[in-house]
């Protein structure tokens, strides 16, 4: 991708696809700028994308079993911290594999250990830091939750490699990113059951929807260098895959919903497969506005699926009080 939109006087250190005029840039303390870059917290999309699955579990588990309370609540809480938290150190890590990389590719070069903010044993330290405080608020859960939480290290510490040896590296990132649906419901219900399964299913199909959209912007440097993704694999067919990607993600989340409501109500079952079915609606408007050659509309529909993921927790919840 070339430079995102950006405010007119570019603050120094800047990553080149933050948001314009976040919140790291204008506020923080300037020494631990470098390091919120590390995490990504100018660049809040990607926490929404890991917290959103954990909400859709945790609110499916709570459908099933009839409980959330406090409980519920603090799963919640915990989550979006665990999200923030997790995401900067998976983040941190992509960077330190990826530094070579990184500096050849006009999109990533500004990041902080490319463009020299950065040492690699302080970001090493950063990740190990972030991951500590995750592990702490991890283990205020159910230990079903413990272990999965656990368990999620693997797929983290596999996708920054993914792209070296598969033309399917979103897969890799599907698998961590929707590990939270599996571990919200195990938090919550204490154990895994089908509908969680299928409902990390329908996660990993978003997931190759959306950033294969975000895979468009580095075509051009990925082939260059070398570097495998679903968009170069795709091509010309990209938008066929990701119409399937968009099918395969509203069915799926449709029976994960089927699965979780046997038991309610006929109107808390219909409010909840509204879910899966206004999002599918969000995501065939992003193929209507899907142009590869336009890197900054690429990155508005990447970021727009915080939108699309937001509406399975707002008919969850309504349903949930029916």
Not at 78 to 96: I, K
Not at 97 to 122: F, K, L, N, Y
Not at 126 to 139: E, G, N, P, V
Request: positive net charge; contains cysteine; hydrophobic residues 55%.
């Amino acid at each position: 991708m070339k430079a995102a939109e950006r405010m007119p006087e570019a603050e120094e250190g800047s990553v080149a696809d933050a948001v314009a005029g976040n919140w790291v840039d204008r506020l923080a303390p300037r020494p631990t700028r470098p390091y919120l870059r590390l995490s990504r917290a100018d660049r809040p999309i990607g926490t929404w994308l890991l917290l959103l699955p954990c909400w859709w579990g945790l609110l499916l588990a709570a459908l099933s079993t009839g409980r959330f309370g406090l409980e519920g609540a603090w799963i919640a809480i915990g989550c979006a911290l665990g999200a923030f938290l997790m995401r900067g150190a998976g983040c941190t890590w992509n960077d330190v594999t990826d530094r070579h990389i990184d500096g050849s590719v006009a999109r990533t070069r500004s990041r902080p250990i490319p463009s020299g903010q950065v040492r690699v044993v302080q970001a090493l330290f950063w990740m190990a830091t972030q991951s500590l405080i995750s592990l702490i608020i991890l283990l205020t859960f159910d230990w079903a939750a413990i272990w999965l939480g656990v368990a999620s290290l693997i797929p983290v510490a596999i996708y920054p490699f993914a792209k070296r040896f598969t033309w399917w590296p979103q897969v890799f990132l599907g698998l961590a990113f929707n590990w939270g649906a599996l571990l919200a419901w195990a938090a919550l219900a204490g154990s895994l059951s089908w509908a969680p399964l299928v409902l990390y299913l329908s996660g990993i199909t978003w997931t190759l929807f959306y950033d294969t959209i975000y895979a468009h912007q580095d075509a051009e440097d990925d082939a260059l260098i070398g570097v495998k993704s679903t968009a170069r694999l795709f091509g010309d067919r990209s938008k066929v895959w990701l119409r399937g990607f968009l099918v395969a993600t509203v069915l799926l989340m449709g029976l994960a919903v089927l699965l979780a409501t046997r038991d309610r109500s006929v109107l808390s079952l219909v409010v909840a497969l509204g879910g899966p079915w206004a999002m599918g609606w969000h995501m065939a408007w992003q193929l209507t506005r899907f142009d590869p050659s336009d890197n900054a509309g690429l990155l508005r529909l990447f970021r727009s699926n915080r939108d699309a993921g937001l509406l399975p927790v707002l008919f969850s919840a309504v349903a949930l009080a029916l």
